[in-house]
């Protein structure tokens, strides 16, 4: 089992960039594909971006693609989501998750396929 604790969220203006992290606790961090996901008010969650437990592949939600970077320090327990250019609508709550079934190279966007969550960081870009 492992326990997730997101960390920098905050206030920005459009335009602006945040540094959110995710510290993982308990089993061994590098046997798990992360994922990142946010859920906005009155919307559902949604898929963000994910890394494989090789560090070596990504993935990312069209909305994101290119202003969004996803990166993973094994040796420090933690997945950090850069996020650049930021927009009003990237306004949500983020939490990060772990898949402790994905293969090597892996990553998956489907919510179910993970299995540990963090509490969530707010995250708000004003106009």
């Known amino acids: 089992q492992v326990q997730l604790v997101e960390s920098g969220g905050g206030s920005v203006q459009a335009g602006g960039s945040l540094r959110l992290s995710c510290t993982a606790s308990?089993?061994?961090?590098?046997?798990?594909?992360m994922g990142w996901f946010r859920q906005a008010p009155g919307k559902e969650r949604e898929f963000v971006a994910a890394?494989?437990?090789?560090?070596?592949?990504?993935y990312y939600a069209a909305s994101v693609k290119g202003r969004f970077t996803i990166s993973r320090d094994n040796a420090k327990n933690t997945v950090y989501l850069q996020m650049n250019s930021l927009k009003p609508e990237d306004t949500a709550v983020y939490s990060c998750?772990?898949?402790?079934?994905?293969?090597?190279?892996?990553?998956?966007?489907?919510?179910?396929?993970?299995?540990?969550w963090g509490k969530g960081t707010q995250v708000t870009v004003s106009s």
């Open positions: 998750a772990a898949d402790e079934r994905r293969r090597y190279y892996g990553t998956s966007a489907q919510i179910q396929d993970y299995d540990y």
């Open positions: 308990g089993r061994t961090f590098s046997t798990y594909a």
């Open positions: 890394i494989s437990r090789s560090d070596s592949n990504t």
